[in-house]
């Protein structure tokens, strides 16, 4: 149990553009997921909390208008990075349930 | 001091052997502790967690709890080289099934396994 799908698995992407990263929930009810992000041979650095229903909760140095989380349903959460920019390349990894994760998304920006 | 402390190695280990994993973390009111596997450009697999102080097994797998010295450790025993990843250790305040659970992350120990 508790599987967690995410999409896409990687994206490349112009600089100013934005990306989508969907993470869902497929057999149970996510009130919450985390969101992470990490760079090549460093740990898991955790961005940003979505709520259903109400508003995320950014870790400090995050920037809330740069990495918008909607998380509307029980089986949706989405991170969107807006104008992206090459220093933003990563991998974008959800976590729901508090501890299963979806597969992660490799973020290229060109 | 870090909130989770892991040895970055690489822990480097003959196949077949036992290999050792230290983790050690700074909070006494952490509940539930995590072991993860992370292969190179791979999200984190759990391996186990455990609660409670002691030691709890899981085929090739044993989890060892100290909260008195706060440290946790996991031994895989009979490495094998698809054993080579990094292992990432994490800690929370909650236990249970856990929908609202933050954990605080370690930053990994690199585990090589040589035929």
């Known amino acids: 149990g508790a599987v967690v799908s995410q999409h896409p698995s990687w994206v490349i992407c112009k600089s100013g553009t934005s990306v989508k990263i969907e993470c869902r929930s497929l057999?149970?009810?996510?009130?919450?997921m985390f969101w992470y992000r990490q760079f090549p041979k460093q740990s898991l650095m955790l961005m940003a909390t979505?709520?259903?229903?109400?508003?995320?909760?950014?870790e400090q140095g995050v920037e809330k208008d740069k990495f918008l989380i909607n998380h509307a349903s029980l089986t949706l959460s989405t991170l969107t990075v807006t104008s992206a920019h090459p220093e933003d390349s990563s991998f974008y990894i959800c976590?729901?349930?508090?501890?299963?994760f979806g597969s992660g998304t490799r973020l290229t920006v060109v | 001091q870090k909130e989770v402390e892991q040895n970055s190695g690489p822990l480097s280990v003959p196949e077949g052997a036992i290999a050792s994993l230290n983790c050690t973390y700074s909070?006494?009111?952490?509940?539930?502790f995590f072991w993860y596997r992370q292969y190179s450009g791979k999200s984190p697999e759990l391996i186990m967690f455990?609660?409670s102080n002691g030691d709890k097994e899981d085929g090739r797998f044993t989890a060892q709890l100290n909260k008195a010295s706060q440290y946790v450790s996991l031994l895989i025993r009979d490495s094998q080289p698809s054993d080579s990843a990094t292992y990432l250790c994490?800690?929370?305040?909650?236990?249970?099934?856990?929908?609202?659970?933050?954990?605080?992350w370690g930053l990994g120990t690199s585990l090589a396994v040589n035929p």
């Open positions: 976590s729901g349930y508090g501890y299963t």
């Open positions: 057999d149970f009810q996510a009130t919450t």
């Open positions: 979505s709520n259903e229903g109400s508003k995320a909760t950014y």
């Open positions: 909070d006494r009111g952490s509940q539930s």
């Open positions: 455990i609660y």
């Open positions: 994490a800690v929370g305040r909650t236990r249970g099934s856990g929908n609202n659970r933050k954990l605080i």
